[in-house]
């Protein structure tokens, strides 16, 4: 029978809360927000509420510290400031999954890291050639992220039939998109940056080093220190989101305390006699002390920050990001006869095909392989999903763009991204329409079972008839 002492007292928040925990982590409802952030802003872009909107991200906000000022626009703040949460979010994702998770595996790695090279410079490529040297050339950049919580929110439609293999290679290749498109925005749409505060970041770097190497494990110690970083990158002329990608490159990814340990001090705890020996200065209070500071070392930096920020990042941050830049004016003859038409064709056909082209290379030679799970029937029919980049998009607009322009820009992102995710859904629904739950998540492109352990014989017959790997891009047999 279980012992209802060996859990956690109960608050009486419980029944609200524990509902509340599981409703955000469905995977869906982080888009489903952004979703209804980018109808608002949209539909207030488009009222005669449109002045009162535009004119709150506008307004500035800042600090002034003795002869020190900082002030920037509300968008600004948002923009630069909040979503460097998001970068760094982002960081611990991808260095986890590399480190810790699935991504563990070299060559399994290598297919969503190489598709999304692919998905970043083939829509670059074929963007600069529709604009030929024209005004909005120099916007290059807003095609080549994927947004990440938007594609995973259209896979969770699906529910159980979407293979967790292939969730598991687009949140990855997401991911390295918005790495890629950040060192994009910092190297490509960046200024040079002013010497002093720039030495200023550097010193706040080495610190860190020294920091992590003297055994200093306060999160606000780093928290403070990232701050410092950040405002000397701005204040030098630089993205300063970059210092969200520094610091998570710099997370630690190992625990301090051992399971060894942990199990060791818990023990200490577990044997001492019932009775009230954790109040005043006495031996137990002390080891029940060190018991908790165990307990939360025994989760690495890298997993305890990723769990804290994810949430605040996908309900708080994007969303506001998103209600800041989403509201721009629907004009179908503007969108004509400005880049939007490129914008659109660049995200829409050239995502996949980047993707597609670079993915089979790399499965072709060698460095690279399917996961268990994952077949290029499926992948080809998910790929159109990755034309959907409205967060960094709407990000590298302002900066890529004449003023006169980024509305056309962000329209063209805006219906990409409609019709990008659509065509996805309905290839999904069609390539998964006979696949059981069961089967999405044990099924293999080579046929095996997908239990680890289980053995199966590869099929070389595509190789030794010369047929190429886009053969096995058809329908399932009845």
Not at 54 to 63: D, K, M, R
Not at 76 to 87: K, R
Not at 395 to 403: C, E, S
Not at 464 to 477: D, E, K, L, M, N
Request: glycine share 12%.
């Amino acid at each position: 029978m279980d012992d209802p002492f060996s859990r956690l007292p109960r608050g009486p928040t419980d029944p609200l809360m524990a509902p509340l925990a599981r409703f955000l982590r469905i995977e869906a409802l982080a888009g489903a927000v952004l979703l209804l952030c980018a109808a608002i802003a949209l539909g207030l872009a488009n009222s005669p509420l449109a002045g009162t909107y535009h004119a709150l991200w506008t307004q500035p906000v800042g600090f002034r510290v003795g002869d020190f000022e900082w002030t920037r626009p509300l968008r600004t703040v948002i923009n630069d400031g909040l979503m460097t949460l998001f970068f760094f979010v982002i960081t611990l994702e991808l260095k986890r999954g590399l480190l810790l998770g699935e991504l563990r595996d070299r060559r399994v790695a290598v297919l969503p890291m190489v598709a999304a090279v692919g998905g970043m410079l083939v829509p670059a490529a074929l963007f600069l050639l529709l604009e030929s040297g024209g005004a909005g050339a120099s916007g290059w950049g807003v095609v080549m992220a994927t947004d990440t919580a938007f594609v995973l929110a259209c896979l969770g439609l699906l529910g159980s039939r979407a293979p967790p293999a292939l969730r598991l290679f687009l949140l990855a290749l997401a991911i390295v998109d918005d790495i890629g498109a950040m060192l994009v925005l910092i190297v490509g749409y960046g200024t040079l940056p002013a010497a002093g505060p720039l030495a200023l970041a550097a010193l706040g770097l080495l610190i860190v080093v020294g920091f992590r190497v003297s055994g200093i494990r306060s999160v606000g110690c780093y928290v403070w220190l990232g701050m410092g970083i950040w405002l000397a990158l701005d204040t030098a002329g630089m993205r300063p989101t970059a210092a969200g990608l520094i610091m998570g490159l710099m997370t630690p990814s190992r625990s301090w305390v051992s399971d060894r340990r942990l199990r060791a001090i818990l023990g200490r705890i577990v044997t001492t006699p019932p009775g009230d020996r954790w109040s005043g200065d006495t031996a137990e209070r002390r080891d029940l002390q060190q018991a908790g500071t165990a307990a939360r070392e025994a989760l690495s930096p890298l997993e305890r920050l990723e769990m804290g920020l994810h949430p605040w990042v996908a309900f708080i941050i994007l969303p506001l990001f998103t209600l800041a830049n989403a509201g721009v004016t629907v004009t179908g003859e503007a969108w004509m006869d400005g880049p939007g038409t490129s914008v659109f064709i660049a995200l829409f056909l050239g995502k996949p095909a980047g993707i597609l082209l670079f993915g089979v290379s790399a499965v072709a030679c060698g460095p690279a392989t399917l996961p268990p799970g994952l077949s290029w029937r499926l992948l080809a029919a998910a790929s159109p999903l990755t034309g959907i980049g409205f967060t960094m998009g709407f990000l590298i607009a302002p900066l890529g763009f004449d003023p006169a322009l980024v509305d056309t820009a962000k329209l063209g992102i805006l219906t990409a991204g409609a019709a990008s995710a659509a065509l996805a859904l309905i290839a999904l629904t069609w390539v998964t329409a006979g696949i059981s739950p069961l089967d999405a998540a044990t099924q293999s492109p080579s046929g095996s079972s997908g239990v680890p352990g289980s053995e199966s014989q590869p099929d070389h017959s595509a190789a030794q008839s010369g047929r190429r790997p886009w053969a096995s891009i058809r329908p399932a047999p009845p």
